[in-house]
T-cell receptor, first 117, second 110 residues
């Protein structure tokens, strides 16, 4: 099976712009989670989607949003970019099977490196 | 609430020496624990996970971890370090979501 793919891999934006990142999960996986990774804060959970519904949300401002499509592909959007949004954004997919969610393994994509100037 | 603490943000070992990366967890319910590895410019790759059953868990690349409830620990070990083990290692606990530690950067000295 193909792994998790994320596009684009690298992105440069300026403050105030908005950006959309895309994630295609492993075939058959219904859960997609997003993380922000920075050297100072480590991996921080943004949100999780399952069957087009947001199931969990981390502690990020409303400028960060996401959605999931019927084919499980997901996008995240950041509006009004700030310098502090520069980070590696990781997407992870998991089967999301009912009754097994707690033991689900998350499979990560390579990430999108966002630089805000 | 769940959380993990990784002791030591940087660990250096000589090639062939024992690798020990420490992780302590906090969980109000039976924990599901994971170790991931991240190589430069890549995403995270699962090394091993503990759900239930045997407390000594074997993973890929010769790594293993032991779940010790009394010590609330899930330390990662490898008997003999290889140069290719140099990477960032993350411990995580699964609650409603994944909670990751801040990572330990492993350097292997030839």
């Amino acid at each position: 099976k193909a792994g998790v793919t994320q596009t684009p891999r690298y992105l440069i934006k300026t403050r105030g712009q908005q950006v959309t990142l895309s994630c295609s999960p492993i075939s058959g996986h219904r859960s997609v989670s997003w993380y922000q990774q920075t050297p100072g804060q480590g991996l921080q959970f943004l949100f999780e989607y399952f069957s087009e519904t947001q199931r969990n949300k981390g502690n990020f401002p409303g400028r960060f949003s996401g959605r999931q499509f019927s084919n499980s592909r997901s996008e995240m959007n950041v509006s009004t970019l700030e310098l502090g949004d520069s980070a590696l954004y990781l997407c992870a997919s998991s089967p999301g099977l009912a009754g097994a969610r707690a033991t689900d393994t998350q499979y990560f994509g390579p990430g999108t490196r966002l630089t805000v100037l | 609430a769940q959380s993990v603490t990784q002791l030591g943000s940087h660990v250096s070992v000589s090639e062939g020496a024992l690798v020990l990366l420490r992780c302590n967890y906090s969980s109000s319910v039976p924990p599901y624990l994971f170790w991931y590895v991240q190589y430069p410019n890549q995403g995270l790759q699962l090394l091993l996970k503990y759900t239930t059953g045997a407390t000594l868990v074997k993973g890929i690349n010769g790594f293993e971890a032991e779940f010790k409830k009394s010590e609330t620990s899930f330390h990662l070990t490898k008997p003999s370090a290889h140069m290719s083990d140099a990477a960032e290692y993350f411990c995580a606990v699964r609650g409603g979501q994944f909670y990751f530690g801040t990572g330990t950067s492993l350097t292997v000295i030839p």
